[in-house]
């Protein structure tokens, strides 16, 4: 009975179990149809009225652009509110910009400037709507699930994308770019309705908000001291700066390469689309295969192939041959930069994870699309390609040199020891800074091991909000070590007590184990302050009052 659970659990589709999940992932078919129906209008009414290579190539760019600017702040976002009301309030957003879209392209008041700014505030909708997303993910499925309901996600964009351009291109060709757009104005009601009827039953937080600066900052500084995740940014940078070449030059490969129209486009996105269906479907088997750098690898050189056929073939067919390789490659390198990122990541932090990652990987490809079209604009689609091909060569050289992590098999969940100690001090929240020093026994021939458990306690320290961490050695007595930090406030030190995982755990384990004293390693908690201010004393105190 257990082995067919585990058997199930296995399974890559064994997060459609959850009612919730299934839900929102089919609602989610809808709109992510509609928008691949309303890129492929935008791209194509781009090329009707602008002269430009460079302006065709801005509209994913501009799309791109604002998930590279805002990312950050919508993560925090996502990490300190609802994020069921942060997704309802970017969906209403994304069908009213949608719904102004269709208007002014009906009217025929679209320019090539305003089509740029509804393609840019479709991408700041989307840029608050996906942090959240991606982060409730983790809420709707176990965490075991979540390589597969990431996987499953990849594949339900791409499925839409494997048929949604080719309708697209057929609803442009018969009815123009309005009706395109009009079409994805529709596709966000039944995500809407979804998420609306959705009632999660989350875990209430005993600390107050932190301010958005201070979430943000939060974020960037987890970020910064995991290098397994700088890693996963670099990496994706990269993908992101090369890669981006096949979808944003896409429409001058159809119009110009192979001589083709709407349709044409529309049946190269759903071709590079249907790859990507296979290489979502095919990610769990490759995965057991291939190592995250070696598959990494192969996908940069995937991309290369396909962007050097694109760049030589005047076929359609061939062309489209090459874009299949192209879309298994994306959602193959994707999907293991988030699912990395995600497994290696705690629940009060993974929004801003996220956000930091989609920053790289979308500032990778607007820079890119705005690069490689210009190039395209002074030397032709066909040698901007051959030079992204050869960047992408590069990006698989990376490799050799930075390394991506080995997947993660880390416990994540909150640790929920740590209880707040009684005080005789009348503090508030706000009041600090706060000084915390504990005290290690080491015997000598314990100092090596003491020493590589303490390197990592400050990464971790740090991480998750600690200054000033020191560690000094008494002098009197050598076999005495003081470990000592800051936090500003004393709410900022609950805070980061609360923030340890069974993962950091491990640490303090083993530092506890080479602790040779009678007792436990002493903590004293002080607060600093000035000689000339009056400090209140009162003896005893109650628990403070964090709201």
């Given amino acids: 009975m257990n082995h067919d659970m585990a058997n199930d659990r296995s399974s890559p589709l064994a997060p459609f179990r959850n009612s919730t999940f299934r839900a929102v992932w089919t609602a989610s078919l809808a709109s992510n149809f509609g928008g691949l129906i309303q890129t492929v209008g935008a791209a194509w009414m781009m090329t009707s009225i602008a002269t430009s290579s460079d302006m065709v190539a801005l509209v994913q760019a501009s799309t791109s652009l604002p998930i590279m600017l805002f990312s950050l702040a919508s993560g925090a976002i996502a990490d300190s509110f609802d994020r069921r009301r942060i997704m309802l309030a970017a969906q209403t957003f994304l069908l009213i910009v949608s719904a102004l879209l269709t208007l002014f392209a009906y009217l025929g008041f679209i320019t090539p400037w305003l089509l740029l700014t509804f393609t840019f505030l479709i991408g700041c909708g989307t840029a608050l709507n996906n942090p959240s997303w991606q982060a409730s993910v983790g809420d709707m499925v176990p965490r075991a699930d979540m390589p597969a309901a990431v996987a499953l996600n990849s594949m339900g964009f791409n499925a839409t994308r494997s048929v949604g351009p080719a309708i697209g291109g057929v609803i442009v060709a018969a009815a123009g770019a309005a009706a395109a757009f009009a079409v994805n104005t529709l596709s966000y009601v039944p995500l809407i309705f979804v998420l609306f009827r959705w009632k999660p039953k989350l875990p209430e937080s005993t600390l107050p908000r932190e301010t958005l600066g201070a979430a943000m900052t939060a974020g960037i500084r987890y970020v910064a001291m995991s290098p397994d995740i700088g890693k996963v940014l670099l990496r994706s940078f990269s993908f992101g700066l090369t890669a981006s070449a096949i979808l944003a030059l896409l429409p001058l490969i159809a119009r110009d390469l192979v001589h083709g129209g709407p349709l044409t486009y529309g049946v190269m996105l759903g071709a590079f689309g249907v790859g990507a269906v296979g290489g979502a479907l095919s990610s769990s088997r490759i995965r057991r295969v291939l190592s995250g750098e070696t598959m990494v690898r192969v996908a940069f050189l995937g991309f290369a192939f396909c962007a050097g056929i694109a760049a030589l073939s005047s076929s359609a067919w061939l062309s ?54 210009l190039t395209a604009e002074t030397y032709g689609a066909d040698v901007a390609l051959i030079a992204a091909a050869v960047a992408m060569l590069g990006g698989a050289a990376i490799g050799l040199v930075i390394s991506l992590p080995p997947h993660p098999e880390l416990n994540l969940d909150p640790l929920n020891r740590w209880t707040e100690p009684h005080l005789s001090l009348d503090l508030k929240p706000r009041s600090g800074p706060i000084s915390i020093s504990i005290e290690y026994v080491i015997k000598e021939d314990d100092v090596p091991a003491f020493m590589e458990a303490m390197a990592e306690r400050r990464r971790v320290r740090r991480r998750d909000g600690a200054r000033n961490w020191t560690l000094v050695r008494d002098l009197g007595d050598p076999q005495l070590w003081t470990e000592s930090y800051q936090t500003p406030t004393w709410l900022e030190y609950i805070r980061h007590n609360k923030r340890a995982t069974h993962a950091d755990a491990i640490v303090g384990e083993r530092l506890r184990a080479l602790h040779s004293g009678t007792e436990p390693p002493r903590v004293r908690r002080m607060i600093e302050r000035p000689p000339t201010r009056a400090v209140a004393i009162v003896t005893p105190k109650g628990p403070i009052d964090l709201h």
Avoid at 348 to 361: E, F
């Fill in 320 to 373: 489209s041959i090459g874009l299949l390789i192209g879309g298994a490659c994306w959602v193959l390198a994707l999907s293991h930069f988030n699912v990395t990122v995600q497994m290696s990541t705690p629940r009060w932090v993974v929004g801003r994870a996220l956000s930091i990652y989609q920053t790289a990987t979308f500032g990778g490809i607007a820079l890119g699309s705005w690069l490689w079209g």
